[in-house]
């Protein structure tokens, strides 16, 4: 069986990696050869703590598996254990930290290719977090930006990660002052900050913009007001079952099976080869996580460590 750390994770795939891996596993899942089950989350010690469950099955891919942890305040070693999907045998057991955050920021970077503006070159962010970082890394293999602006609480946070990722990308990078100043103007929009309450209006996002919303991903928090559903042209989400499960700005917005036909799955957006309209005003993308995309990561991490023959492998 595959075992795989962190840093053999980080070492075997990269963003380009993971963009290419995602777009193919959301393929696979629009031609229904792939599944995933609503994210679970089961609280204990009076909310202090929670087990959560992703699983999918993806024999397009060849594989099923669970990821899993425990979430004790910012401490939480997901796991990704993935078996063949026809013979049952164990495959590979990964560290999923690092995965985890290549997934989130690869599906916003796929969801910014087919609803962004082709000329989409300002990116603001909310949050200055490991998902907002992979969210910008996989944006700039997207689109050619000229200028990200990121906000959060902390200042200090905002601008060590713009130091960081200016230097990285060679895209100049600012730490916005306020949340205007970063949205002003910005086609592409990044909610990636873990906040109980949205900080942003919809008189901030200017006409044309993508949104990527991955910041709220449990019940009791929301960082969607609710005056944007009424501009949105496009809405997609990772996994239906999991945002109506979980999403309170969703169950909030849609109140009927009627109004939940509003609502499309990335995985359709993708395989229907579906891009932004230009009469399109607002489009967006919820994540909240799914198991395909955990899967396709896996797949694509399982194949290059076993083309390394025995380096990965633990009997």
């Known amino acids: 069986m595959i075992r795989l750390s962190e840093a053999d994770v980080a070492e075997l795939i ?27 989350v089961l609280p204990y010690d009076n909310g202090a703590r929670a087990l959560h469950v992703l699983s999918a099955v993806a024999p ?16 939480a070693q997901p796991m990704l254990i993935i078996f063949d999907s026809t013979t049952a045998r164990p495959l590979a057991m990964i560290e999923a930290n690092v995965l985890s955050n290549l997934r989130t920021g690869a599906l916003a970077g796929v969801a910014t290719k087919h609803l962004g503006a082709t000329d989409a070159d300002v990116l603001g962010v909310i ?13 700039s293999k997207i689109r050619t930006l000229k200028q990200v602006r990121i906000w959060s609480p902390n200042q200090a946070n905002r601008e060590a990660l713009a130091e960081k990722l200016q230097l990285e990308l060679g895209i100049q990078t600012l730490a916005a002052a306020t949340i205007e100043a970063t949205l002003a103007e910005a086609a592409i929009v990044g909610l990636a900050a873990r906040v109980p309450a949205p900080v942003i209006r919809s008189d901030m996002i200017a006409h044309g913009t993508h949104i990527n919303s991955i910041g709220t991903t449990v019940s009791g928090k929301s960082e969607l007001p609710q005056d944007i559903f009424s501009r949105l042209s496009t809405v997609c989400v ?18 009927s099976e009627r109004d939940w036909d509003a609502v499309d799955r ?20 919820k994540g909240m996580g799914t198991g395909v995309a955990d899967l396709a990561l896996g797949a694509a991490l399982l194949a290059k460590a076993m083309a390394e023959g025995d380096r990965f492998r633990q009997s």
Not at 62 to 73: E, L
Not at 276 to 285: E, N, V
Request: hydrophobic share 40%; aromatic share 6%.
């Open 14 to 40: 990269d963003m380009k990696g993971a963009l290419d891996a995602i777009e193919r596993g959301l393929t696979v899942e629009a031609a229904w050869q792939a599944e995933t089950l609503q994210k679970n």
């Open 60 to 75: 397009g891919l060849g594989i099923s598996g669970v990821k899993t942890w425990v979430q004790a305040g910012a401490t």
């Open 127 to 139: 949050g200055s977090g490991k998902q907002a970082t992979t969210m910008i890394r996989a944006i």
């Open 238 to 255: 990772d996994s239906i079952a999991t945002v109506r499960s979980l999403s309170d700005e969703f169950r909030q917005r849609y109140t």
């Open 266 to 285: 990335l995985a359709d957006i993708v395989g229907s080869k579906t891009f932004r309209r230009a009469d399109d005003d607002l489009t967006l993308y």
